[in-house]
């Protein structure tokens, strides 16, 4: 049973940084692309950025220049720095795992395994 877990969320005043981490565990996919969304109250998940298995990131432009994603040594482990954040970057944020290559269409139907979320608040 596989299982991904986040940590790090929390509040920030605009311009502040945040790191975010994701566990995963039991993922045994032959994987794969690492991905982290993000979900504000009344609107849809929206892929943020992405990490293939030999740690290549893509990111949504919404992010591009002030996100930057990696994967541990052992891919167990991920994490999503992210600085000059801003109100509109308020969500809940989440870490998926999927079977696929990263794609820019961020189809949250491509990963199969999600965690829970953790929440970012940005203030002004």
């Known amino acids: 049973q596989e299982h991904l877990k986040e940590s790090g969320g929390g509040s920030v005043q605009a311009g502040g940084s945040l790191r975010l981490s994701c566990e995963v565990s039991g993922y045994t996919e032959s994987s794969t692309c690492m991905g982290w969304f993000r979900q504000a109250p009344g609107k849809e998940r929206e892929g943020v950025a992405g990490i293939e298995s030999d740690g290549s990131p893509r990111y949504a432009d919404s992010v591009k220049g002030r996100f930057a994603a990696s994967r541990g040594n052992t891919k167990n482990t991920m994490t999503l720095q992210m600085n000059s954040l801003k109100p509109e970057d308020t969500a809940m944020y989440y870490c998926?795992?999927?079977?696929?290559?990263?794609?820019?269409?961020?189809?949250?139907?491509?990963?199969?395994?999600w965690g829970q979320g953790i929440q970012v608040t940005v203030s002004s």
């Open positions: 998926a795992a999927s079977p696929y290559y990263c794609s820019d269409s961020w189809s949250p139907s491509d990963y199969n395994a």
